[in-house]
């Protein structure tokens, strides 16, 4: 299964290998300059909201719901990464050194 992030209409889309797709409506503004996308183990997706500054996780259990994390004033996430370690990665462009 893939997953994109479309910020022109705030939704996250499921897509199928047979083509099949499944949309999920997010608070207005949340993808404002998306700049990744990466599933963790647990099923829940990482968002990096470039022009918020900050990371969200989208989790669908028990319902869809949506938290940010905050990376700081200059620190926008530009990408993001599940490693080996089962922690998620962030890239960040950034001014100053931020601890997430």
């Given at each position: 299964?893939?997953?994109?992030?479309?910020?022109?209409?705030?939704?996250?889309?499921?897509?199928?290998?047979?083509?099949?797709?499944?949309?999920?409506?997010?608070?207005?503004?949340?993808?404002?300059?998306?700049?990744?996308?990466?599933?963790?183990?647990?099923?829940?997706?990482?968002?990096?909201?470039?022009?918020?500054?900050?990371v969200g996780r989208l989790q669908f259990v028990p319902d869809p719901?949506?938290?940010?994390?905050?990376?700081?004033?200059?620190?926008?996430?530009?990408?993001?990464?599940?490693?080996?370690?089962?922690?998620?990665?962030?890239?960040?462009?950034?001014?100053?050194?931020?601890?997430?």
């Amino acid at each position: 299964m893939a997953w994109v992030a479309t910020s022109s209409n705030d939704t996250v889309t499921s897509v199928t290998e047979a083509g099949v797709t499944r949309a999920y409506g997010v608070v207005s503004g949340t993808f404002n300059g998306n700049g990744g996308i990466s599933v963790a183990a647990d099923g829940s997706l990482w968002l990096a909201e470039t022009n918020l500054f900050r990371v969200g996780r989208l989790q669908f259990v028990p319902d869809p719901a949506l938290a940010g994390i905050t990376t700081g004033a200059d620190s926008r996430p530009l990408g993001l990464a599940y490693g080996p370690d089962g922690a998620i990665w962030i890239a960040l462009n950034s001014r100053a050194p931020s601890v997430v």
